[in-house]
């Protein structure tokens, strides 16, 4: 198939850049925090959901240089395995935060109420959030 830039310029051709990931190396020190990481927080984040009625999926727990948490429209949560490098009420807050998504995959202003409703200090805690690097 030919594209030309006609194909381009119509939409009827998308281009997409994919980065590659960087690959982060697997210290003893790294190995030791996915080994607590996966004792600890899936269990945290399950008592949570459970305390706020909620449903999750898969937990996984990631090394990931860009954020702390995600969730996907199928309901699994990826917890950073950084997150036990944080103090308990953050990592609760990025797992409440992650919780969120569950019922709002965006951070429109209905997200905003249900984190509200659910850790009223939020915004605080994400400037604490700030303090800290992933890696």
């Not at 996907?72 to 990826?78: A, E, F, M, R, T």
Request: aromatic share 6%; charged share 30%; proline share 4%.
């Amino acid at each position: 198939m030919k594209i030309t830039l006609g194909d381009i310029l119509s939409g009827k051709v998308r281009i997409v850049y994919r980065r590659r990931r960087r690959k982060l190396p697997e210290t003893p020190e790294v190995q030791e925090l996915r080994k607590a990481a996966k004792a600890c927080l899936p269990g945290r984040l399950r008592e949570l959901a459970a305390l706020h009625g909620f449903s999750v999926g898969a937990v996984r727990i990631k090394h990931n240089v860009s954020n702390w948490g995600s969730c996907s429209s199928k309901g699994n949560i990826n917890l950073n395995l950084n997150l036990m490098r944080l103090p308990e009420d953050l990592r609760d807050y990025v797992m409440l935060h992650e919780l969120c998504h569950l019922r709002y995959m965006n951070h429109g202003p209905e997200f905003h109420a249900l984190l509200e409703s659910l850790c009223p200090n939020h915004k605080e805690l994400r400037q604490r959030l700030k303090e800290y690097k992933l890696i």
